[in-house]
């Protein structure tokens, strides 16, 4: 029997396994999985601590466990996936805190798939549900894979706080913003897409436009709001407190915000809801006013969604351009891993208007 083969005789399995893996890391470049079982800890375990995911709730015990595995085993991590033009990166790293609650980031996934299919590549997809914990363990596990770069993507256009493990990788935000142009992002023109919307009931006559906004919390509703407003000074109309509504974004609130506006003593002849959800609830109390639409009240809505062009009229609306923005956003990113892209961008990208019967 050889020395070594009697050193595990009298071990348990997990010791033997250890030693089986110092011996192999040994005589080549240790991996990963030879610092898990160093460490008795599981390879996502090792990923989380070494790439510094210090939002996943692992005991500082744990961690200097992993971290002296590493050491004592000599493994130095290589960031294989951020090597332009590496053999191994066939892959876009693409993660979103949603993707089934509403459809503007699976849109803006196609968008990304299509540009990434273009070159060869294909796209890894891990949604966060908005957890830190799982955000920081997503994080971990794409940036240890070969990848070209990642595109960090949330279903609400929004300034966020970087994740600090976006900086080791070529990365572009997606429908978000990070203080100072830190990363290059792709966000809609929600601002100029206000003015376009108030600009078109403008110029079909009219002169008392209400208001239905989203929650003012929101960055969209802040940004359409002030592109409405912007509108109004150009053709030197005043802003009217009174026609301006706060809605939830849900046809319930469209349809109160109509009735309102309606009863004013002064009402308006156009109405612009700031997203298509309100605009139908708008069309529901309009029809129970026995209003037409057109005719006697115009109608606009906002982000072009499936029903629009179902209404009675078909409603004219925003488009939002989430497709195009995940075009642009793989575009770009491409452009950083192969290093033709000497500092970040940010990209507002047109918000069309879509003409349909309602003005």
Same mark, same amino acid.
């Given at each position: 029997?050889?020395?070594?083969?009697?050193?595990?005789?009298?071990a348990g399995p997990r010791e033997a396994r250890r030693q089986r893996a110092r011996r192999a890391a040994s005589s080549r470049r240790p991996t990963m999985i030879d610092v898990a079982n160093e460490?008795?800890?599981?390879?996502?375990?090792?990923?989380?601590?070494?790439n510094h995911a210090d939002g996943a709730r692992l005991s500082a015990e744990t961690?200097?466990?992993?971290?002296?595995?590493?050491?004592?085993?000599?493994?130095?991590?290589?960031?294989?996936?951020?090597?332009?033009?590496?053999?191994?990166?066939?892959?876009?790293?693409?993660?979103?805190? +949603?993707?089934?609650?509403?459809?503007?980031? $699976?849109?803006?996934?196609d968008g990304v798939r299509e540009k990434a299919w273009e070159r060869g590549l294909t796209v890894m997809v891990m949604a966060t549900r908005g957890d830190a914990d799982m955000e920081s363990a997503a994080l971990a596990q794409l940036t240890a894979q070969p990848l070209?770069?990642?595109?960090?993507?949330?279903?609400?256009?929004?300034?966020?706080?970087?994740?600090?493990?976006?900086?080791? $990788?070529?990365?572009?935000?997606?429908?978000?913003?990070?203080?100072?142009?830190?990363?290059?992002?792709?966000?809609?023109? +929600?601002v100029a897409g206000g003015h376009a919307a108030t600009d078109v009931l403008i110029r079909a006559g009219h002169r008392r436009i209400g208001y239905v906004n989203g929650e003012a919390s929101m960055e969209a509703s802040r940004h359409r709001l002030r592109g409405y407003r912007q509108a109004l000074a150009t053709a030197d109309l005043p802003f009217d407190p009174d026609l301006l509504r706060e809605g939830n974004w849900q046809p319930i609130s469209?349809? +109160?915000? $109509?009735? +309102?506006?309606?009863?004013?003593?002064?009402?308006?002849?156009?109405?612009?809801?700031?997203?298509?959800l309100m605009a139908v609830g708008c069309y529901e109390a309009l029809h129970e006013l026995g209003l037409r639409i057109p005719d006697d009240v115009a109608v606009m809505g906002y982000d072009d969604r499936e029903i629009a062009q179902h209404l009675h009229p078909p409603l004219t609306t925003v488009l939002l351009p989430h497709f195009e923005m995940g075009s642009i956003a793989a575009e770009i990113l491409l452009d950083a891993a192969s290093g033709s892209m000497s500092r970040p961008r940010q990209i507002k990208v047109e918000c069309p208007i879509v003409r349909r019967g309602s003005v």
């Amino acid at each position: 029997m050889r020395q070594d083969e009697g050193s595990q005789a009298g071990a348990g399995p997990r010791e033997a396994r250890r030693q089986r893996a110092r011996r192999a890391a040994s005589s080549r470049r240790p991996t990963m999985i030879d610092v898990a079982n160093e460490a008795r800890v599981s390879q996502t375990t090792v990923s989380l601590v070494l790439n510094h995911a210090d939002g996943a709730r692992l005991s500082a015990e744990t961690r200097e466990r992993v971290v002296k595995a590493a050491a004592r085993l000599g493994y130095q991590q290589v960031r294989r996936g951020f090597a332009p033009g590496s053999a191994a990166a066939a892959s876009i790293g693409f993660i979103c805190d +949603e993707i089934s609650t509403d459809p503007w980031t $699976a849109i803006g996934l196609d968008g990304v798939r299509e540009k990434a299919w273009e070159r060869g590549l294909t796209v890894m997809v891990m949604a966060t549900r908005g957890d830190a914990d799982m955000e920081s363990a997503a994080l971990a596990q794409l940036t240890a894979q070969p990848l070209v770069g990642l595109i960090y993507a949330t279903i609400n256009t929004r300034l966020i706080d970087a994740p600090a493990a976006l900086s080791v $990788a070529p990365a572009v935000l997606l429908n978000c913003h990070a203080a100072n142009g830190a990363l290059s992002s792709v966000v809609p023109g +929600e601002v100029a897409g206000g003015h376009a919307a108030t600009d078109v009931l403008i110029r079909a006559g009219h002169r008392r436009i209400g208001y239905v906004n989203g929650e003012a919390s929101m960055e969209a509703s802040r940004h359409r709001l002030r592109g409405y407003r912007q509108a109004l000074a150009t053709a030197d109309l005043p802003f009217d407190p009174d026609l301006l509504r706060e809605g939830n974004w849900q046809p319930i609130s469209g349809y +109160e915000a $109509a009735r +309102e506006l309606m009863s004013l003593k002064s009402p308006p002849t156009a109405i612009f809801c700031a997203n298509d959800l309100m605009a139908v609830g708008c069309y529901e109390a309009l029809h129970e006013l026995g209003l037409r639409i057109p005719d006697d009240v115009a109608v606009m809505g906002y982000d072009d969604r499936e029903i629009a062009q179902h209404l009675h009229p078909p409603l004219t609306t925003v488009l939002l351009p989430h497709f195009e923005m995940g075009s642009i956003a793989a575009e770009i990113l491409l452009d950083a891993a192969s290093g033709s892209m000497s500092r970040p961008r940010q990209i507002k990208v047109e918000c069309p208007i879509v003409r349909r019967g309602s003005v």
